[in-house]
């Protein structure tokens, strides 16, 4: 079975700040890792998966994650905060062969103040 | 290209009664899902659909809800009776295979209130 853990159900930054949510998961095959933005009242957008090909994954509005293996973690940085970055922000893993059944963490709501 | 297609996107019903939601998937997009977001949760996989099979339905309550997907596009999810718990956002999704990289691509949901 695969699961992810996000830690912190809630993270407030100023604008301009680092951003760091943090994923944890669990998987007994070789996982892959997404991570999604849900803004109010909006279906979930991918902002950048990663799929064994590099280890750190950019994404879009300037998001990155790392894949660490020894630790077994998938967590999103942005080296600076914008109010638009306000938002709820899910984790997910899937396993690579098969199909793509997605595994979600229970989110983590980004609160950006001016 | 136009995006994944859900009504309604507000739907308040009594418990007991039944409610059907609808989805109209991206063009040519192979795989279709079904997942339910309780506030505070992650989105939950209901049903997965490859053309017109079913994938998964491991975590669909069946004894109440219902799916299909009418030849291999749109798709209704129902829920007949409802309960108080099933109050939640039921978000589809697509994707253009099935296959781990791909990328699902998820519509506004519909909300719904079971009072």
């Known amino acids: 079975a695969q699961s992810v853990t996000q830690l912190g159900s809630h993270v407030s930054v100023s604008e301009g700040a680092l951003v760091l949510l943090r994923c944890n998961y669990s998987?007994?095959?070789?996982?892959?890792l997404f991570w999604y933005v849900q803004y109010p009242n909006q279906g979930l957008q991918l902002l950048l998966k990663?799929?064994?090909?590099?280890?750190l994954v950019k994404g879009i509005n300037g998001f990155e994650a790392e894949f660490k293996k020894s630790e077994t973690s998938f967590h999103l940085t942005k080296p600076s905060a914008h109010m638009s970055d306000a938002a709820e922000y899910f984790c997910?893993?899937?396993?690579?062969?098969?199909?793509?059944?997605?595994?979600f963490g229970k989110g983590t709501m980004l609160l950006v103040s001016p | 290209e136009a995006g994944v297609a859900q009504s309604p996107r507000y739907k308040i019903i009594e418990k007991r009664q039944s409610v059907a939601f609808w989805c109209n998937p991206i063009?040519?997009?192979?795989?279709l899902y079904w997942y339910q977001q309780i506030l505070g949760q992650g989105p939950k996989l209901l049903i997965q659909?490859?053309?017109?099979?079913?994938?998964?339905d491991s975590q669909l309550p069946k004894d109440r809800f219902s799916a299909e997907r009418l030849k291999g596009v749109d798709s209704t999810l129902k829920i007949q009776p409802a309960k108080l718990e099933d109050s939640a956002v039921y978000l589809c999704?697509?994707?253009?295979?099935?296959?781990?990289?791909?990328?699902?691509?998820f519509g506004p949901g519909t909300r719904l209130t079971v009072l």
């Open positions: 997910a893993v899937t396993r690579i062969s098969g199909y793509s059944t997605l595994t």
């Open positions: 659909f490859q053309n017109n099979g079913v994938v998964d």
């Open positions: 063009s040519g997009h192979a795989t």
């Open positions: 998987s007994s095959v070789p996982p892959y």
């Open positions: 999704a697509s994707s253009p295979g099935g296959g781990g990289t791909d990328t699902q691509y």
């Open positions: 990663y799929t064994s090909a590099a280890t």
